[in-house]
């Protein structure tokens, strides 16, 4: 297997099932990773931040189906040269298992994401819950570090994902395949949801071995 598909994977296998340093991924973890219910009935998505772990990979996304008993959870990771590897999860209550008649290796896929048009933007390489999303911070200003392409002759931007070639990309507007490349500058990065429920544990964590410890002294060893 490639090293950089390999590290990825081990880091999503981290992530779902924890370590020492810190818990996995419940299901409700994830509810609030992808915006469930506030985002609809799904499949809902989340693309993991950018890490070393995942350097070896362009991107590495969740994608949860909340209405499905059989299968809750597949985990994309999408290498160097674009193809896409999926596992599929359940949670039986306690922690994810392989549901019966899925594969729990690596496999890859032929699904391409194509290009979506939401308001005068474009989104190219996104899930279509995820441009939609990231169509709505555009639009309040919080997208800040999105990469896009801006056409100097019609004014059209292309956001696109790190799966994306950028140079063979043309205008989807009027043709041109000269862009620019841009960063979207907003006021302030959003806080990372994963990082804010790893937060979220850890206090609680330490919260609990405060409370064991104030019990100890009360009742005795």
Same mark, same amino acid.
């Given at each position: 297997?490639?090293?950089?598909?390999?590290?990825?994977?081990?880091?999503?296998?981290?992530? +779902?099932?924890?370590?020492? !340093?810190?818990? %996995? &991924?419940?299901?409700?973890?994830?509810?609030?990773?992808? @915006?469930? $219910?506030?985002?609809?009935?799904?499949?809902?998505?989340?693309?993991?931040?950018?890490?070393?772990?995942?350097?070896?990979?362009?991107?590495?996304?969740?994608?949860?189906?909340?209405?499905?008993?059989?299968?809750?959870?597949?985990?994309?990771?999408?290498?160097?040269?674009?193809?896409?590897?999926?596992?599929?999860?359940?949670?039986?209550?306690?922690?994810?298992?392989?549901?019966?008649?899925?594969?729990?290796? +690596?496999?890859?896929?032929? !699904?391409?994401? %194509? &290009?979506?048009?939401?308001?005068?933007?474009?989104?190219? @390489?996104? $899930?279509?819950?995820?441009?939609?999303?990231?169509?709505?911070?555009?639009?309040?200003?919080?997208?800040?570090?999105?990469?896009?392409?801006?056409?100097?002759?019609?004014?059209?931007?292309?956001?696109?994902?790190?799966?994306?070639?950028?140079?063979?990309?043309?205008?989807?507007?009027?043709?041109?395949?000269?862009?620019?490349?841009?960063?979207?500058?907003?006021?302030?990065?959003?806080?990372?949801?994963?990082?804010?429920?790893?937060?979220?544990?850890?206090?609680?964590?330490?919260?609990?071995?405060?409370?064991?410890?104030?019990?100890?002294?009360?009742?005795?060893?």
């Amino acid at each position: 297997m490639d090293p950089g598909l390999e590290a990825a994977f081990r880091y999503v296998e981290r992530l +779902l099932f924890g370590d020492m !340093e810190r818990p %996995g &991924l419940t299901i409700y973890d994830l509810e609030r990773l992808v @915006g469930y $219910p506030a985002r609809g009935e799904g499949p809902l998505s989340y693309t993991l931040p950018r890490s070393k772990s995942l350097s070896g990979v362009q991107a590495v996304r969740l994608f949860y189906y909340p209405k499905d008993p059989n299968l809750q959870l597949i985990v994309e990771i999408e290498d160097l040269e674009g193809k896409k590897h999926l596992r599929h999860f359940r949670w039986n209550g306690f922690t994810w298992e392989v549901p019966e008649g899925k594969r729990g290796d +690596l496999k890859v896929t032929e !699904e391409t994401l %194509g &290009l979506v048009q939401l308001g005068e933007d474009y989104f190219l @390489g996104f $899930p279509r819950e995820e441009a939609r999303e990231l169509a709505e911070a555009v639009r309040k200003g919080e997208a800040l570090g999105a990469k896009y392409l801006l056409c100097p002759r019609c004014g059209a931007r292309v956001f696109y994902a790190p799966s994306v070639r950028p140079a063979e990309v043309s205008c989807p507007r009027c043709g041109n395949a000269t862009l620019l490349f841009k960063t979207f500058a907003g006021s302030e990065a959003p806080k990372d949801p994963l990082e804010a429920l790893a937060e979220e544990q850890r206090a609680l964590r330490r919260t609990l071995e405060e409370l064991l410890s104030y019990l100890k002294r009360k009742l005795g060893p």
